[in-house]
């Protein structure tokens, strides 16, 4: 995921909240800063309650200062990201941007909190028994709580699979496997493969209660650093994964920003809080829930179309909405994430091509491109340019419509793979429709965030990939809906303030998360 | 936990007769076992992982449609594949279609590699004594 400076070019002055805001360049970002604000001068400030909250990319380091109580963005700074040696340069650069213009504010900050997806992010393997069962809610569990999942790993491992996750810099292992009562053989099995291993990342044991405490036994004694929680699935197909989330959370907390040297910066702020994911989701809840006093906007879906992946987060029961659907499988999560790592923008665009269908393709083409003249080979040419080249910004007028068209179509497929499908047979009864996964067919809000669509110059055409074409007849992905575009790219910082000051998140992203309507052109 | 044997119950096929799984499921847990429920249209696979995950000591298969001949096709070969080498497979409920001689409908089932098989109106008594005797309780 890209945040950066990058992803902001001039906006065109339709987006800015009317004639008298003012689009400032502040460094290479553009600013827009809200009329009441621009009165403010420096000195105004000593009054207000201010946040100051910090997004550490992988690439770019970005701090937004808020006036708590207006909910207002007062100014935005970026800078490199400097993982590999203090982390805090890179965020001193940006907080200068910040001050300069509007004088010293973040000393006398009454917040100052960040989320990080920098050094990989919170790199997870998730383990579990079966796919279908125990595996996909131990997956559920990383992705919820804002993971980066590198593999999820079924039934009885080998040495193998172990010296592969070895090779990958895991930060957390979840292990999960039977049912409360049910199959124990093979997560002691894969205890004891764990404790033998060179792995030094914190385990979380989150299967069959009845063997737990053995399980927890074998790997401490091998001094594995181990949590245990409740079973992701204590019973068949029913998913529990609070708990998991919330040692995922604290081990994110208590170990991994140290690991990741993100501590550096804990004298600097009042703490790295979350993985950004986490905080674009805490964001997508609060806004779907409201603040305790505020009505929120009920369900809706949020995509996220960063450089290496897509991310889907729903915020939906998922109920079927159609008369006599018979639901089978795992009930997912309320809140539910999807990573898909084949569909980014730039550093994994080469997978697109793959990851997409042709006909999918083609059909958006002719709808996208209005000089007609689309080909698979034009895209095919351009996906290998622009994978080759990370930071690259569409300008030319080609370059824009072909961006367009294949962001719609990661969109597609990503809200796709994310939603619940039907599947219909026949019996001697008649038709019968069953529905795997979420019904989304209701959800009628729809909010893009991410680098391509923030700094897009028709988002709308883009993200409309999100409602279901009418081909998709079996996809239970929205029907309509309205599209929205975080347009300051402010939901993961706003993310960070939902526990703290949930009203003042509430109104900040329904100040800045606006609607957006059909463009002429693409 | 495990000294109540765990059963998977379920419906197979394209089945959605309900009433009798609700009956066998109460049947069976007052009886003592713990019983995994799967509910009506389960495939071979959802029995099979089921019954993985809950480290099953039996599979109760129901099929009242008349199509348990082709449902059922390679249960047992699947379950071998899948690690459950010495599950307890019973089927019942009206497995074939038409009026067929029971015992020659039995044997069919019997050669396909379920351990019991019952015919239409069976009572659950019978298979909760069965499945005690069987499973050494």
């Not at chain 1, 080979?377 to 367009?404: H, K």
């Not at chain 1, 303030?497 to 009203?503: D, G, S, V, Y």
């Not at chain 2, 009242?64 to 690690?83: P, S, V």
């Amino acid at each position: 995921m890209v945040r950066g400076p990058k992803s902001e070019v001039q906006k065109p002055k339709s987006k800015s909240q009317g004639a008298k805001s003012k689009g400032e360049y502040v460094g290479r970002w553009t600013v827009d800063l809200e009329p009441r604000t621009t009165d403010h001068g420096p000195s105004d400030h000593k009054t207000m309650s201010i946040a100051i909250l910090c997004d550490i990319g992988s690439t770019f380091t970005k701090v937004v200062a808020i006036d708590c109580e207006e909910a207002t963005v007062l100014a935005v700074g970026a800078a490199p990201t400097t993982i590999d040696r203090d982390v805090g340069d890179g965020l001193r650069h940006a907080v200068a941007q910040v001050e300069e213009q509007i004088g010293p504010v973040f000393s006398r900050a009454d917040l100052r909190l960040a989320c990080s997806s920098a050094a990989g992010g919170l790199r997870m393997v998730a383990i579990g028994l079966v796919p279908n069962l125990t595996a996909e809610a131990a997956k559920w569990a990383a992705l919820g709580a804002g993971a980066k999942l590198l593999q999820t790993l079924s039934f009885k491992l080998s040495e193998r699979e172990i010296a592969a996750i070895d090779g990958t810099a895991v930060d957390i292992i979840l292990l999960a496997g039977g049912i409360d009562g049910g199959n124990s053989d093979t997560i002691l099995h894969n205890a004891r493969l764990l404790a033998r291993s060179d792995l030094t990342a914190p385990i979380i044991v989150a299967g069959n209660k009845v063997v737990q405490d053995k399980v927890a036994d074998i790997l401490c004694r091998a001094g594995k650093d181990v949590r245990v929680v409740d079973n992701v699935m204590p019973q068949l197909e029913t998913v529990n994964i609070e708990q998991a989330r919330g040692a995922i959370r604290k081990l994110f907390l208590e170990k991994i920003v140290i690991a990741k040297g993100l501590d550096r910066i804990q004298d600097l702020i009042d703490g790295v809080v979350m993985p950004t994911p986490s905080a674009v989701m805490e964001s997508a809840r609060l806004l779907s829930r409201g603040d305790g006093r505020n009505k929120g906007w009920g369900e809706l879906i949020v995509v996220d179309v960063g450089g290496a992946t897509t991310d889907v987060h729903s915020m939906a029961s998922g109920s079927p909405t159609l008369p006599g659907v018979v639901r089978k499988g795992l009930v997912e999560p309320w809140d539910k994430r999807t990573v898909e790592g084949d569909l980014g923008m730039r550093y994994s665009a080469a997978g697109l091509m793959a990851a997409i269908e042709e006909a999918d393709l083609l059909r958006i083409g002719v709808q996208l491109d209005k000089e007609g003249r689309f080909t698979i080979t034009e895209m095919e040419r351009f996906v290998a340019m622009i994978s080759q080249e990370s930071d690259r910004i569409c300008t030319s007028e080609r370059e824009i419509v072909l961006e367009s068209i294949i962001a719609r179509a990661a969109i597609e497929t990503a809200v796709t793979r994310h939603a619940g499908k039907l599947n219909h047979t026949f019996t001697p009864h008649g038709k019968m429709t069953i529905q795997r996964g979420k019904d989304l067919t209701g959800v009628r809000r729809i909010i893009g965030t991410g680098g391509v669509l923030v700094r897009h110059r028709s988002p709308h055409c883009v993200l409309a990939g999100a409602v279901r074409h009418p081909d998709q007849a079996d996809i239970l992905t929205p029907t309509e809906g309205r599209l929205y575009l975080d347009k300051d790219y402010i939901i993961a910082a706003a993310g960070l303030l939902a526990k703290p000051m949930p009203q003042t998140a509430f109104k900040l992203l329904n100040q800045y998360v606006t609607e957006i309507y059909q463009e002429e052109r693409c | 936990m495990k000294d109540r044997k765990t059963v998977i119950l379920g419906v197979v096929g394209a089945d959605v007769h309900a009433v009798g799984n609700k009956i066998l499921n109460h049947a069976f847990t007052e009886a003592g076992f713990h019983v995994v429920n799967i509910g009506v249209l389960s495939s071979q696979q959802d029995f099979i992982e089921a019954a993985i995950e809950a480290d099953a000591d039996a599979l109760l298969v129901s099929s009242l449609y008349g199509h348990g001949e082709l449902d059922c096709q390679g249960f047992r070969d699947r379950c071998i594949e899948a690690g459950l080498d010495d599950i307890i497979i019973y089927i019942g409920g009206n497995l074939v279609i038409g009026k067929q001689d029971w015992d020659g409908v039995k044997e069919r089932f019997l050669a396909m590699g379920f351990d019991r098989a019952y015919p239409p109106g069976t009572l659950p008594e019978g298979p909760i004594h069965d499945l005690k005797k069987d499973l050494g309780v």
